[in-house]
């Protein structure tokens, strides 16, 4: 089987455990800069060009679009859908997923748990929008262009709170109002999954003075196992995203587990590190049982 995967650079982690695993089950496999392709339509046909050669059409695509390219990724991802080619992650999806404000309308909308959220693009209803969330600080406010805990920062007081998401809508950035979860202690869950099932599990915890718990802001990392509800709602919201490999993040509160975030393109390092389950080996077993042969 030929797979393409999409990535900035064959040396990242995720990457290059793809690829190993892909050549490990003797599969032809290249990595190809998504910001580097051309897309074309000639003479009502479709392509995309790469170092100035086309790519055809191989049998699988595997996108890892990060957040700061997502648009003309999921334009490239989309072109290689409209060739008929298999995508592990559709461009639907990987954008519903990407969007934290559209996440959380399709996981709330559908039952799912998630932490109380507010949103507004109106720096005069901001302190409004607060008391929503009560009179308990801090708050989380979060850019929602954000990636990996950058642009995620606590409001202490309403003081405060207000006049960070109001600068930051005067500037134009998109926020999310978010309601703090002290009893998680700066540690959430993450879930992976592949083809509807949870393949690795593991707890993540906020190093000292911080409450990110992202590893790559410092967080430590253990196996954890998960409770039947964890399952069950990390298993519907991939499904509810169109997510077929998706990581789920959950933070365990009184009220019960909340999603907290779901990821279209999760990273490799920590999890298979933290639990030693081969994860690039699980998402490449089924490529190989939804990839179609390639039109040529």
């Not at 050669?53 to 700061?68: K, N, T």
């Not at 920590?270 to 049982?289: C, L, Q, Y």
Request: aromatic residues 4%; positive net charge; hydrophobic residues 45%.
């Amino acid at each position: 089987m030929r797979i393409l995967i999409l990535s900035r650079s064959p040396i990242l982690y995720s990457t290059h455990s793809l690829v190993m695993a892909a050549r490990r089950r003797g599969h032809s496999v290249r990595v190809v800069d998504h910001m580097a392709c051309d897309l074309t339509i000639l003479d009502g046909k479709l392509g995309v060009r790469y170092q100035g050669e086309f790519l055809g059409c191989p049998d699988a695509v595997i996108p890892r679009i990060g957040s700061s390219v997502t648009s003309y990724g999921a334009a490239v991802v989309r072109h290689f859908e409209m060739m008929k080619v298999y995508t592990v992650v559709t461009t639907d999806a990987l954008l519903r997923a990407r969007d934290k404000r559209t996440a959380l309308q399709y996981l709330a909308a559908h039952q799912l748990p998630v932490p109380d959220s507010v949103f507004t693009a109106m720096p005069d209803n901001v302190e409004s929008m607060l008391r929503m969330l009560g009179d308990n600080y801090p708050v989380v406010i979060k850019m929602l262009n954000s990636t990996q805990g950058q642009g995620v920062i606590l409001g202490e007081s309403l003081s405060a709170a207000q006049s960070i998401a109001e600068a930051f809508i005067r500037l134009r950035e998109e926020i999310l109002l978010q309601k703090f979860i002290v009893e998680s202690k700066g540690k959430d869950v993450r879930v992976f999954i592949v083809g509807g099932k949870v393949i690795a599990t593991m707890e993540r915890s906020a190093r000292d003075g911080e409450f990110r718990s992202n590893l790559h802001r410092g967080a430590s990392s253990k196996k954890v196992r998960i409770t039947p509800d964890e399952e069950e709602i990390s298993l519907r919201a991939a499904r509810l995203m169109g997510l077929d490999v998706a990581g789920v993040d959950i933070l365990r509160s009184d009220r019960g587990p909340l999603i907290l975030e779901i990821n279209a393109s999760p990273g490799l390092e920590g999890i298979e590190g933290t639990t030693n389950v081969d994860i690039s080996g699980h998402i490449i077993k089924f490529v190989e049982t939804h990839a179609r042969p390639a039109v040529v």
